[in-house]
């Protein structure tokens, strides 16, 4: 019985003692996975939390924001929507011309001296409309033995009519900064319906006034309008394009 007994208590130890590492791998998982939980929990909680606060911030910034752009006075535009009038400024306006000299090369010419109104909405370029007078006497040629020939009667005949003018009828807008623009041009006495392009170069304000920009381009025929030395030699083309850069100044 004492052997047995001894027996018996030798193969519980020795089975106790083969099931200790698995018991430790088993407690050490445990502990792990506990671990690992626990950290989860946690950083689970710290999301959240961070979550709550940036909405509670982003609700104070909206709400601040709100406050602010309902107290703030609205922003001031950059130019007027109204149809307001511009004065043309001669000292940085020109209007400039090209006719084909021996049917060869063309030739370029300018009048130094324009003046009138540009009534336009300086926003946009909408409610366009000119009215503009040219100096015949300021004709410039880079010749004056030239410059008299044109203002003699063979051309311009700028004694009997000193002035060339365009009052336009309509303008229709083609894209953002393009119009066409139609009118009627007196030159010589003569009157006729003419169309431009016309390009809103710019408006701005840099502390000498209220400014506001066109170009404009046509083709004439000039001997519709009575001048047409050279025409039937070909001396001198028929076909005058006309390319009037044109910079006005808010009326006060």
């Keep these: 019985m004492s052997r047995m007994s001894r027996m018996s208590r030798n193969s519980q130890m020795s089975s106790h003692t083969r099931s200790t590492p698995n018991t430790r791998v088993d407690m050490t998982n445990s502990a792990t996975l506990a ?3 626990r950290r989860g929990a946690a950083l689970a909680i ?5 979550a ?3 909405g509670v911030t982003g609700g104070f910034n909206s709400a601040s924001s709100q406050g602010t752009a309902a107290s703030a006075p609205a922003a001031k535009p950059a130019a007027s929507t109204a149809i307001e009038t511009f004065q043309v400024d001669a000292g940085h306006s020109v209007t400039l011309f090209r006719v084909k000299h021996m049917g ?3 030739f370029w010419g300018r009048f130094d001296s324009i003046a009138g109104t540009i009534r336009s909405d300086s926003a ?3 409610g366009l409309a000119f009215d503009l007078s040219i100096d015949i006497n300021s004709i410039n040629t ?3 033995q030239r410059d008299n020939h044109l203002k003699a009667p063979d051309f311009f005949s700028a004694k009997e009519f000193p ?4 009052k336009s009828t309509s303008a229709k807008k083609l894209d953002d900064n393009f119009y066409e623009v139609a009118g009627d041009l007196t030159m010589r006495g003569v009157t006729k319906p003419i169309t431009a392009r016309v390009e809103w170069t710019g408006t701005a304000d840099m502390g000498m006034g209220r400014r506001i920009g066109f170009e404009a381009i046509f083709t004439v025929k000039r001997s519709d309008f009575g001048v047409s030395y050279g025409v039937d030699k070909g001396a001198l083309g028929d076909d005058v394009r006309v390319v009037a850069a044109l910079e006005g ?4």
Excluded at 46 to 50: E, K, P
Aim: glycine share 0%.
């Design 249 to 252: 100044v808010i009326e006060k």
């Design 35 to 37: 671990c690992t939980t």
């Design 52 to 54: 709550v606060a940036l």
């Design 46 to 50: 710290a999301i959240s939390l961070s």
């Design 163 to 166: 002035t060339m003018t365009f």
């Design 124 to 126: 946009s370029a909408n």
């Design 142 to 144: 880079a010749s004056t």
């Design 104 to 106: 060869a090369a063309f």
